[in-house]
């Protein structure tokens, strides 16, 4: 019986400050099936790139045949336009998604993250140019962060973000293996059609059955409370970042690790393909090998080397592993070399979650979004400065092949190249190698950050929360 009630009535929504408001707001029937939970977030990131995997064969076809005399450059060129602008739109997103709720926006992203799929086999330039264009709502993982922020206790969030996370990966440990023998048996086409249905299974999934996850944890002035545009400049995180010394030290590390990270994952398989001459089926064979290890290090290993090392400890070693394979990628030139260091990668995907943990130690009980925002922000940086900058750097150095074997009839998974390049040059990838620099100045910046005792962290965790805000899943240890 409020004056806010009655005003927001009008807009079909009934949410006040009043207590009794609120229960009857989470007590009001929901679109989508059941309660919001992980299980949801999860079943998005799985199927959006579980799509996206499935053309990792047919996509280098189609840059090669595109762009035949700079395909790094232009791959680089394309992701860093990519990585730019989401990470001039993720706030912007983000702010928006927490006056309009996720659901709406989760619908977007993977919307327009998924447009460009049909378009790659009726029109390459377009492809490439919407897949450009798209980074401006490619940014499904901040919306699924945060929508499993709303579903989750504060003290259970990280081990939510690490399945979420898993889940990521095992999407792509399949999907290319899959796509490469549909593609050699059945054509690209066949590969194409396929993962622009299951991206369409993805919208379906998210209009028929994912409920709205803000109003369960809502504030009362939310809904009328006007955007702050503060919060949607992706450069106001940045600005603060000088304004503690911890914090500071972290952000270099992070800045200075992922930098390497982005542009290797954005031209790696390009350069197996072109550089190493692996075969379109050994690629996808090495994608499922890594991706299962990395599986195992983000869950099995970092629960054991953050119980046994502690947190700053474990990000020393990932960044010890980051700069081994990164140095063994620059200077390998046989395909032994880069399944072994393909196993080092996996081993160094432990860094970022253990770089989280050290955040949320390091940061203040109310400060964990801000502090975490600039995490976010500078890896979104990254992810447009790293592919460009790689991009300039193998075409610096020439490091281009002009002519590539064709997909089909690709059947065999053996490492061993079909052809060794008549040339081999002293360095065979100069962005791998100049990349493991930068993670060496990232090690010894890693040095200085002070890392808290787990008694001063006992003395400031907060309070336990109700069993009612707590996400069902996350009780089961097994998780």
């Known amino acids: 019986n409020c004056g806010m009630c009655k005003k927001m009535k009008r807009k079909h929504r009934n949410v006040c400050g009043d207590l009794i408001c609120m229960s009857l707001v989470r007590f009001q029937p929901q679109q989508g099936i059941g309660r919001p939970s992980v299980y949801h977030a999860v079943m998005v990131i799985f199927l959006e790139f579980f799509a996206w995997g499935l053309l990792t064969t047919p996509m280098l076809t189609v840059l090669h045949e595109t762009f035949p005399q700079h395909t790094f450059l232009m791959n680089g060129l394309i992701q860093g336009v990519k990585g730019l602008l989401s990470f001039m739109s993720a706030p912007l997103i ?22 460009p799929i049909p378009l790659m086999r009726l029109s390459p330039w377009w492809y490439f140019a919407m897949i450009s264009m798209s980074g401006a709502f490619s940014v499904t993982f901040s919306v699924i962060f945060a929508y499993v922020a709303d579903v989750t206790d504060e003290r259970e969030r990280s081990t939510a973000y690490g399945l979420v996370s898993a889940t990521f990966a095992a999407s792509l440990v399949t999907s290319p293996a899959i796509g490469a023998y549909l593609s050699a048996w059945y054509g690209d086409n066949l590969v194409v059609l396929l993962a622009t249905l299951i991206a369409l299974a993805d919208i ?30 992706p450069f106001a995180s940045l600005r603060k970042v000088g304004q503690d010394p911890t914090v500071l030290l972290i952000c270099i590390t992070v800045f200075l690790s992922y930098l390497p990270e982005a542009g290797q994952y954005s031209s790696f398989f390009l350069y197996l393909r072109q550089v190493i001459n692996f075969s379109s089926t050994t690629i996808a064979v090495f994608i499922g090998v890594v991706g299962i290890l990395s599986i195992i290090a983000q869950t099995l290993l970092l629960t054991l080397l953050m119980r046994t090392m502690g947190t700053k400890n474990t990000v020393l070693l990932g960044l010890g592993f980051q700069i081994l394979q990164l140095a063994w990628y620059g200077l390998g030139s046989e395909p032994w070399m880069m399944w072994a260091a393909g196993a080092v990668a996996a081993m160094s995907s432990i860094t970022f ?76 990838g100069p962005p791998f190698l100049l990349g493991s620099c930068t993670v060496v100045v990232a090690f010894i910046v890693a040095l200085f950050i002070p890392e808290k005792t787990p008694s001063s962290l006992d003395e400031e965790s907060p309070p336990a929360a109700s069993d009612e805000d707590v996400e069902p899943l996350l009780h089961d240890s097994c998780v």
């Open 353 to 428: 979650p253990a770089v989280s943990a050290l955040v949320s130690q390091s940061a203040d009980a109310d400060k964990q979004g801000v502090v975490q925002g600039m995490i976010t922000g500078i890896r979104g940086l990254c992810n447009g400065l790293g592919p460009a900058l790689y991009g300039f750097v193998f075409f610096l150095f020439n490091v281009n092949i002009n002519t590539m074997d064709p997909i089909q009839g690709e059947y065999d998974i053996d490492p061993l190249p079909l052809h060794s390049p008549t040339e081999r040059a002293l360095i065979p």
């Open 204 to 233: 379906c999934f998210i209009l028929l059955a994912v409920p709205e996850s803000l109003p369960d944890k809502m504030r009362p002035n939310t809904w009328g409370a006007p955007i702050s545009w503060e919060y949607a400049d």
């Open 94 to 115: 983000g702010a928006l998604s927490d006056v309009w709720g996720r659901r709406s926006f989760l619908l977007i992203t993977v919307f327009f993250t998924c447009a």
